[in-house]
C-alpha cells in the first residue's frame, strides 16, 4: 500500500502590490514592519465596514442585471459579514452583539448611497475583485486586486475602486492616484491598451473622481516601481528601513515601534526568501487593497 504525500503548499515570489508600494514610498519602515515582520495591525471598524461594503457589493454584480436593485444590494450585507467573521473570527470582538445592528446599518447606507453614483441595472461588469499580475521586463512582478474592470462595447477599458470613506485631502488623494496607476499599468502591460478611465468612487459623500492616464505617464511610472523594487531590495540586504516621518503618521498604527517617535522597532529578521504561502499571501492583499 502506497500513500500520497499532501501537496506542499505554493511559495510565491516577492512581488509588487498597490498598498505594499505604496507603503514604502510613504514610509520604508512600515513597509518593512508591514511586509517584512509581518506585525498586523490593529483591526478597525471602518476597514472591517469597508470589507463588507466591497463583498457586498461584489455579489451584487454577481445577479442578474435587472435583480440589481437597492434591496438585494442591502440585503447582501448581513450575509458578507457573516462570512468575514467565519474567516476572521477576531472581527466578532472588534464589533460586539449590541454594537452589530449600528455596524451593518452604517454598511448598508453605504451601499444605497452607491446608487446615487451608480445604476448597477444598466451596465455589465467584465469583473469584479479580479486578481492582476504582471511582471516588467526587468523581472519586478506586480500583483493586485481590482475592485471592477468594466469594457464598452468599443473597447475602451475603466477601472472602478470604491472607497467607503470620504474623499481624502490632497496627499491622500496622491496615495489613491497611486494605487489606481498601478491597476492601470498591469493593464497596458497585460491587454496592450492604457485604460480610457480611471474611476474612484467615494461612498461616504457620493463623489466620483475620475482621471484619463495616457501611456507615456504609465511607461514613467513603470520605471519609478522599478527603482522604487531596487531600492526596496537594497534596503532589505541591510535592513535599512528608514522611517519618513509626514503628515500621515497620525494614522500610522506603527508610531510605538518608530524611532522617530522614540520607539524602537523589533530586531530585523532578515530579507524572506519568500512571502508565504499562496492562500496566506493573497489573504493579505485582498485585506489591504479593501481597507485602503
Known amino acids: 500500500m502506497t500513500s500520497t504525500a499532501p501537496p506542499a503548499p505554493t511559495v510565491r515570489r516577492p512581488a509588487l502590490s498597490p498598498s505594499r508600494a505604496g507603503d514604502f514610498k510613504q514610509c520604508p519602515l512600515k513597509y518593512?514592519?508591514?511586509?517584512?515582520?509581518?506585525?498586523?495591525?490593529p483591526p478597525s471598524r471602518a476597514a472591517a465596514r469597508g470589507t463588507v461594503v466591497h463583498a457586498a457589493l461584489e455579489a451584487l454584480y454577481g445577479l442578474p442585471a435587472a435583480e440589481r436593485v437597492p434591496?438585494?444590494?442591502?440585503?447582501?450585507?448581513?450575509?458578507?459579514?457573516?462570512?468575514?467573521?467565519?474567516?476572521?473570527?477576531?472581527?466578532?470582538?472588534?464589533?460586539?452583539?449590541?454594537?452589530?445592528?449600528?455596524?451593518?446599518?452604517?454598511?448598508?447606507?453605504?451601499?444605497?448611497?452607491?446608487?446615487?453614483?451608480?445604476?448597477?441595472?444598466?451596465?455589465?461588469?467584465?469583473?469584479?475583485?479580479?486578481?492582476?499580475?504582471?511582471?516588467?521586463?526587468?523581472?519586478?512582478?506586480l500583483r493586485g486586486f481590482v475592485d471592477r474592470i468594466?469594457?464598452?462595447?468599443?473597447?475602451?477599458?475603466?477601472v472602478v475602486d470604491y472607497k467607503t470613506g470620504r474623499v481624502p485631502s490632497a496627499l491622500r488623494?496622491?496615495?489613491?492616484?497611486?494605487?489606481?496607476?498601478?491597476?492601470?499599468?498591469?493593464?497596458?502591460?497585460?491587454?496592450?491598451?492604457?485604460?480610457?478611465?480611471?474611476?474612484?468612487?467615494y461612498l461616504a459623500n457620493g463623489t466620483i473622481l475620475t482621471y484619463e492616464p495616457d501611456e507615456g505617464?504609465?511607461?514613467?511610472?513603470?520605471?519609478?516601481?522599478?527603482?522604487?523594487?531596487?531600492?526596496?531590495?537594497?534596503?532589505?540586504?541591510?535592513?535599512d528601513f528608514r522611517p519618513n516621518p509626514s503628515k500621515l503618521?497620525?494614522?500610522?498604527?506603527?508610531?510605538?515601534?518608530?524611532?522617530?517617535?522614540?520607539?524602537?522597532?523589533?530586531?530585523?529578521?532578515?530579507?524572506?526568501?519568500?512571502?508565504?504561502t499562496e492562500d496566506a499571501v493573497l489573504l493579505e492583499e485582498v485585506a489591504s487593497e479593501v481597507s485602503e
Not at 497611486?178 to 480611471?198: C, D, E, H, N, S
Open 217 to 239: 505617464e504609465l511607461r514613467r511610472f513603470e520605471r519609478t516601481l522599478s527603482a522604487m523594487w531596487k531600492a526596496i531590495l537594497s534596503a532589505g540586504e541591510t535592513g
Open 150 to 158: 468594466d469594457v464598452a462595447p468599443t473597447g475602451q477599458v475603466r
Open 71 to 141: 434591496d438585494s444590494a442591502t440585503a447582501l450585507v448581513d450575509p458578507a459579514w457573516d462570512r468575514l467573521v467565519e474567516d476572521s473570527p477576531e472581527l466578532a470582538e472588534l464589533i460586539t452583539a449590541e454594537e452589530r445592528t449600528e455596524f451593518l446599518d452604517e454598511a448598508r447606507t453605504l451601499i444605497t448611497d452607491y446608487y446615487r453614483l451608480e445604476d448597477p441595472t444598466r451596465f455589465e461588469p467584465e469583473s469584479c475583485e479580479l486578481r492582476v499580475e504582471t511582471e516588467l521586463d526587468d523581472g519586478v512582478l
Open 173 to 201: 488623494e496622491s496615495k489613491a492616484l497611486f494605487q489606481m496607476k498601478f491597476y492601470a499599468l498591469v493593464i497596458l502591460r497585460t491587454r496592450g491598451i492604457v485604460p480610457t478611465q480611471l474611476r474612484l468612487i
Open 32 to 41: 518593512r514592519l508591514r511586509a517584512v515582520d509581518h506585525i498586523a495591525e
Open 249 to 276: 503618521c497620525g494614522w500610522c498604527d506603527y508610531k510605538s515601534l518608530c524611532p522617530a517617535f522614540g520607539g524602537t522597532p523589533p530586531p530585523y529578521p532578515g530579507w524572506p526568501t519568500d512571502f508565504g
